[in-house]
């Protein structure tokens, strides 16, 4: 019997290079999903419940969400937004940066170790297999420790970025070594 | 006439101005507690004022302290994990804290650890000041050993806010990023007003 009559085909672009499926959402521990391509993903972000701002300004900081930044991320759960931050009581003050990326995760829990090293890049959890996270962070100085991680306490800066993207509590999160 | 307590200071004219010296030595920041003294009450609330002022007292009281015994002996360095405030904070633990349906820590017996409750309450504004202090007045390039051993020691303060209250892994810990975490969010951030006392004599 001729059970092979009717056909499908994997479409290419569902296939990543490793020829396993590519996930088209990101699915946090609640259960709420995040598109991964761009229209969705930023019409998901600026609803209910993540209710982030595209662009916004609060005190000293400006903030931008940046797509170009966040497409080979999102898949991990991690928005980027482009930040210049200007003190105006003092002038030329040593905080002041431009167009610096800082990274949003959507759902800290679920970010590994693994992760900080191989996405964003932080080489500094050599031989670490626990930390603590916090749900915004950034490579700029003023967000790293002396060791060179990702800094866990609260800090001015910081917050004020966070209320400009629409984060009024900062999520503190525990992050494990994959070893798998 | 009657006394208005939200207008007293505890400290004379004669404190504030030596507490601006000891600190100015150490951390550069000129004439702090002159300029958080004169902060008007409606921009910073009197008793976070007092706060604040308490706290960067005891932190120039504890280096100074501290940098003593380091002197008195070549072979202790300064040792700022043995510093009261941090070693009041690392003494707070789970047990410590008790939580609300709402969601909110409160410290079960405050005066059981006064240092390590001076750095819990309105925690998020001592982190965000000390954290300022600690890089210095002109950043971290020009800091000297007192803001190094100030950044070591808010740094690991900080790392252990996690495992202070977190009992359960199906609890998310959170700080409020709004208002320096003091809850009304139609107020002016009052740490804009004391960043500015603090950088306001190096401007």
């Known amino acids: 019997m001729d059970r092979k009559w009717l056909k499908y085909r994997i479409r290419d672009e569902d296939v990543g290079n490793d020829g396993t499926f590519i996930d088209k959402v990101y699915t946090l521990s609640d259960g709420l999903e995040m598109p991964l391509n761009k229209e969705a993903c930023i019409a998901t972000i600026v609803s209910r419940p993540f209710c982030l701002m595209l662009e916004n300004t ?7 969400f940046s797509w170009d930044d966040t497409k080979d991320i999102i898949k991990y759960g991690i928005l ?36 900080l090293e191989d996405v964003l890049g ?35 800066i910081m917050a004020t970025v966070a209320m400009a993207i629409g984060i009024q509590e900062m999520e503190i999160a525990q992050s494990v070594r994959d070893e798998a | ?57 005891h932190l120039v009281n504890q280096f100074e302290d501290e940098d003593k015994r380091a002197n008195a002996n070549s072979e202790r360095h300064f040792a700022w994990a043995f510093l009261p405030i941090a070693s009041g904070w690392r003494r707070l633990d789970n047990e410590d804290f008790s939580h609300s349906d709402e969601g909110n820590y409160t410290l079960v017996n405050p005066s059981s650890n006064p240092l390590g409750s001076m ?26 050993n007192y803001h ?42 009052p740490l804009i007003h004391i960043l500015e006392a603090l950088f306001r004599g190096v401007k």
Not at chain 1, 58 to 64: E, G, I, L, Q, S
Not at chain 2, 132 to 142: E, Q, R, V
Request: aromatic share 14%.
């Open chain 1, 58 to 64: 609060y005190n000293c900081a400006k903030v931008r």
């Open chain 1, 80 to 115: 980027a937004y482009r930040v210049d931050w200007d003190w105006q009581f003092v002038p030329n003050h040593y905080t002041k940066h431009e167009n610096e990326l800082y990274y949003v995760f959507l759902d800290p829990a679920k970010i590994s170790i693994n992760i």
């Open chain 2, 119 to 144: 750095m819990y309450d309105y925690g998020q504004m001592n982190f965000g000041l000390l954290d300022i202090i600690s890089h210095g007045p002109y950043g971290m390039k020009y800091r000297n």
């Open chain 2, 148 to 189: 190094r051993h100030l950044t070591k020691m808010v740094e690991h303060m900080g790392s252990q806010i996690y495992h202070k209250v977190n009992t359960s892994t199906e609890m998310k810990i959170f700080w409020n990023t709004a208002n320096a975490g003091l809850g009304d969010k139609h107020r002016q951030e």
């Open chain 2, 1 to 57: 006439m009657a006394i208005d307590a939200k207008s007293y200071t505890p400290y004379s004219e004669k404190e504030i101005y030596d507490l601006d010296k000891r600190f100015e030595s150490m951390f550069i920041f000129r004439k702090v507690f002159s300029e958080l003294n004169m902060i008007s009450n409606s921009d910073v609330r009197w008793e976070v004022k007092i706060h604040i002022m308490t706290l960067l007292e």
């Open chain 1, 122 to 156: 932080n080489s500094s959890y050599k031989n670490i297999m626990t930390t603590s996270l916090k749900q915004v962070v950034s490579h700029n100085p003023l967000h790293v420790s002396s060791d060179g991680k990702f800094r866990t306490q609260p800090s001015s």
